[in-house]
């Protein structure tokens, strides 16, 4: 609250028949040159001489002088501060009647200056002084009733001792009526009335009401926008020091809102605003330094402005501070503290904050691995329409992270974000629609949404409508369209993209060796296994490369740590044939078997075949023809022949002629010679000496 100046009433110039009456005694004359030397009127302005003055008079019971004297205690002036002096005078003064001692006497017992604090008896005090009429007192009774200090909170009466002062001229109280209209408290809310008052105050040379007008402009609330008045209002208030209307004017100057953009003068201008201890400015000087902004990059400067506006309450700061802490930026990196305020801005509602915090919980970095306070966070944040957030929540929900597992409610958070263009939503929505995950499946739809998204620059969108492209899938077949996308995609290293990009180099419409294998080990470098294998099998048959067959092991061995089939089979053919490896069909038996049974055809041939020839494993027909026959079913041409052939030979297998056919005629339906030559014979005795059927390396083809 403000500290009023001395009361000046009952005043006459100084003369020396003044002089002459105050030293024979006399209160009122010794009060009035106390009046004159306080305020240098007709002699040298002397602190000092001015409480000797009042100190006489109020000795004598002379009320203005008891109430100037408590003042001039209070405050330290022309004697040192004593806030029990200033109580004692003021209470001589406020028992009388006077209303500026009553007020002051109410300032004392709020904030126990003097006295021990009592909002209850600072209340009562206010409320002699307002019911005398005057404005301060007016003011400060409305905040009691505002706040419910020392009396039961009634925005209703706050806003009627409000009244009562604005009226009377007072621009604080104007200011607080003002923002009672603007966020109707005890009111309507009404912003053109808020906007009339705010602008009394602010004619008045209020610089808080000149913040709140120039404001009004900038913003058009209660007034029609204005962007030289907003400039001009503003201005006035940050010229008088006031702190928000400075932090206005960087912010309109940072962004060229209003007035040309200025970098350099925005820094200026945060600065004053920061230096007097606006947290807003503060947290924005901070980002001027740390991104060189109007300013010479200083991470340093930077955390040392968020911690001033952090320690104040600041949720941005907090965050920013936060996250400063989790990379090391401009501080020593240190994950708890970085949480810590982080946790400190989400609990003040700060969406980006609640966004942040998951990703601790989930990696446990700074916090223990909490799952359902990712969700938590997740939730918070997408309640306030964070749109990553919503989005993450829709995987929370697709995965059963924490909640339980629901499509449909995936789904649900997946169109929020998706409705404000999230584009990574756009894509989740999209393989939604495409698999009928959640949603009634619609593959034109996917597309639609994937094109969204990949219009967007999203990865994974681009490459998932490559892969549309590719297939034909709620599209026309496109393979030029397919490696425009899958190329946008491989450019911002989607591994995914590029080992396809790979394919269409090394297959497809732009075949380029070396294209093929540049992008290839750009997406196995990535660990894309599929890329990995192929790799593998660039270096064994020498395309694209110089031959190694060490190195086309070494990277058939990098995806078969992935449990890559292929990589496995591939992996165990070169164990068994010694390409790259020496011979070991043990170790071939082991990889084919892993391949095997994960359902890799080529795989599930070899193993039968080592079972037939006892090659790395205990000879065995009946493994031999299981094996053949999971190939088989699959339409592996090779497996359907050799398991024809095991019915004529009666191997693993009672001899049936007619079931050998059928097998027989699958794999020449697919053009196997073998097969075709053994169906052109008469005699089944010379199919009994066929030669089983052996593959070569396998390079895997997208589907």
């Not at 496109?478 to 396809?500: G, I, L, T, Y």
């Not at 049974?597 to 009946?622: F, P, R, S």
């Amino acid at each position: 609250m403000k500290f009023h100046p001395l009361n000046l009433s009952r005043t006459e110039p100084h003369s020396p028949d003044l002089v002459k009456r105050a030293t024979r005694g006399c209160s009122e004359a010794q009060f009035s040159l106390g009046v004159c030397y306080a305020n240098g009127l007709g002699v040298t302005q002397d602190a000092r001489e001015a409480v000797g003055w009042f100190r006489k008079a109020a000795e004598q019971g002379d009320v203005l002088a008891q109430c100037n004297l408590g003042l001039c205690y209070g405050r330290g002036i022309g004697i040192g501060y004593d806030g029990e002096a200033a109580v004692r005078w003021s209470r001589k003064a406020a028992e009388q009647g006077d209303a500026l001692a009553q007020r002051s006497l109410g300032v004392a017992y709020e904030q126990g200056i003097g006295v021990e604090k009592d909002e209850e008896e600072a209340a009562r005090w206010y409320r002699k002084a307002a019911e005398q009429g005057y404005a301060d007192a007016e003011l400060c009774l409305g905040a009691c009733y505002a706040n419910g200090i020392g009396v039961e909170k009634d925005e209703h009466d706050a806003v009627r001792w409000y009244r009562n002062a604005a009226e009377q001229g007072d621009a604080e109280a104007q200011v607080c009526l003002g923002l009672c209209y603007e966020y109707g408290r005890g009111v309507p809310a009404d912003a053109h009335e808020a906007f009339g008052w705010y602008r009394k105050a602010a004619e008045h040379g209020d610089a808080d009401g000149q913040c709140r007008v120039g404001r009004c402009y900038w913003l058009g609330e209660g007034i029609a926008k204005d962007e030289e008045e907003a400039v001009r209002w503003l201005r006035k208030a940050a010229d008088l020091g006031h702190p928000e209307a400075a932090f206005y004017i960087g912010a309109a100057f940072a962004y060229g809102t209003y007035v040309e953009k200025d970098e350099r003068e925005a820094v200026r201008w945060f600065r004053k605003a920061a230096e007097q201890g606006d947290p807003r400015a503060q947290c924005s000087l901070a980002t001027c330094y740390a991104d060189g902004v109007g300013i010479e990059k200083d991470e340093g400067e930077a955390v040392r402005w968020y911690l001033e506006a952090a320690r104040q309450g600041d949720a941005d700061a907090q965050q920013s501070l936060g996250a400063c802490y989790a990379i090391g930026l401009g501080v020593e990196q240190d994950e708890q503290e970085a949480v810590s305020w982080c946790r400190k801005a989400a609990e003040q509602g700060h969406a980006e904050a609640q966004f942040c915090l998951p990703a601790c919980y989930a990696d446990g970095e700074g916090v223990g691995k909490n799952a359902e306070q990712e969700a938590f966070w997740y939730r918070k944040a997408a309640d306030q329409g964070h749109d990553m957030a919503q989005c993450n929540l829709g995987v929370c929900y697709q995965l059963g992270t924490a909640v339980d597992k629901n499509d449909e409610e995936s789904v649900g958070w997946y169109r929020k974000a998706a409705a404000q263009g999230n584009a990574l939503a756009e894509t989740n929505l999209g393989f939604c629609y495409q698999k009928g995950i959640g949603v009634e499946k619609s593959e034109e739809k996917a597309v639609e949404l994937y094109r969204a998204a990949a219009e967007k620059d999203e990865a994974n969108a681009q490459c998932n409508l490559g892969i549309c492209y590719a297939d034909g899938t709620g599209v026309t077949r496109d393979e030029q369209a397919a490696v425009s996308w899958f190329r946008k995609a491989a450019e911002q290293n989607r591994a995914e993209a590029q080992f396809r990009l790979g394919f269409y180099y090394a297959n497809g419409v732009e075949k380029d060796v070396q294209q093929a294998v540049f992008w290839h080990r750009k997406a196995a470098d990535q660990g894309h296994a599929g890329a990995q294998c192929t790799l593998g099998a660039y270096y064994q048959l020498g395309t694209g490369v110089e031959k190694n067959e060490e190195a086309g092991v070494c990277w058939y061995r990098k995806a078969a740590a992935q449990g890559y089939a292929l990589a496995e089979m591939n992996l165990g053919f070169c164990h068994a044939e010694g390409i790259g490896v020496e011979t070991d069909q043990e170790e071939a038996v082991r990889f084919y078997r892993s391949a095997a049974e994960k359902d890799e055809t080529n795989a599930q041939l070899y193993l039968g075949i080592c079972y037939m020839n006892g090659a790395g494993v205990e000879q065995n027909d009946q493994q031999a023809v299981f094996w053949y026959h999971k190939a088989a079913q699959q339409g592996h041409a090779g497996a359907q022949f050799n398991l024809g052939c095991c019915y004529i030979n009666g191997a693993g297998v009672d001899e049936d002629e007619e079931e050998a056919r059928r097998w027989i005629r699958k794999a020449a339906d697919q053009g196997l010679p073998e097969a075709l030559r053994i169906l052109t014979r008469t005699e089944t005795s010379t199919a009994r000496s066929s030669r089983i059927v052996r593959g070569s390396p396998v390079v895997w083809r997208p589907h």
